[in-house]
């Protein structure tokens, strides 16, 4: 992620002082001193924690080709909230790239579940 964003900043010529350990515009603001607990210890492990704990209490109530459509939705989903919050600005093209190859992803995952339970569907009728 870090690299995609700085070259980001590359190609936009951006004139923000995005390669500082600022809080705001700085890619390298979570190395900062002040602020190290806090986005190390309590957003990186905390966050990573309960998501792979999630996804696996996810997976006890629904099946898992359901889990892994809504995982490849979330990002896109993530970014429509931001927008009508005011938060970020509108999806660009990048995001409509990245937002079709996961709902490319997502068709094929539920494509491809059909298709296995058909087979064993017919194996146990022709059985």
Known sequence: M????SLGVIITNSDKP?????ATWGLLGF???ERFFEMIVLQGFLCGLCAGFGQ???MFFNAPVLTQSVLLAVPFLAE???F???????LNFISFFGAFFALVGIFKINRGDR???AIMIREQLFQ
């Open 2 to 5: 870090f690299i995609l964003a």
């Open 18 to 22: 995005v390669f500082s350990m600022g």
């Open 31 to 33: 190395l900062d001193s």
């Open 56 to 58: 696996i209490f996810c």
């Open 80 to 82: 429509g909230f931001a």
């Open 84 to 90: 009508a919050a005011n938060v970020d600005k509108p």
């Open 115 to 117: 298709q296995r339970r």
